[in-house]
């Protein structure tokens, strides 16, 4: 990830309408590790209904991809998960598609 990261600010770089802030991996898997945490505290991994994690200024979706990861490593029965990812910028959102972790 952190490579692809690289690939993305070198392209994007001098695109002002473009711009890219591209999240410190420590701070995507903390944030990851909580709303894990924060949904087994709440009990919603036993409902079995699906869950759906949205990620409206996704980029190059590390918050999701760290998640869906973090998700699938877990040891439990746990509903399906549902990604949906959004970005204001139309090639990060193709990016974001070709993506097969998110696919």
Same mark, same amino acid.
Request: aromatic letters at 8%; one cysteine or more.
């Given at each position: ?17 473009? %711009?890219? =802030? +591209? !999240? ?13 945490? /924060? #949904? *087994? ?19 190059? %979706?590390? =918050? +999701? !991809? ?13 509903? /399906? #998960? *549902? ?19 998110? %696919?």
């Amino acid at each position: 990830m952190r490579l692809f990261g690289h690939f993305v600010r070198d392209n994007f770089r001098g695109n002002i309408e473009d %711009a890219q =802030f +591209l !999240t410190p991996s420590e701070v995507v898997d903390f944030m990851v590790n909580l709303a894990i945490e /924060e #949904l *087994r505290a709440s009990g919603r991994l036993e409902l079995e209904q699906p869950l759906l994690v949205a990620d409206p200024c996704s980029g190059v %979706a590390s =918050f +999701l !991809t760290a998640f869906s990861t973090r998700y699938a490593d877990l040891d439990c029965t746990k509903p /399906e #998960l *549902r990604i949906v990812a959004q970005d204001k910028v139309e090639r990060m959102v193709r990016l974001i598609n070709d993506q097969s972790c998110l %696919a």
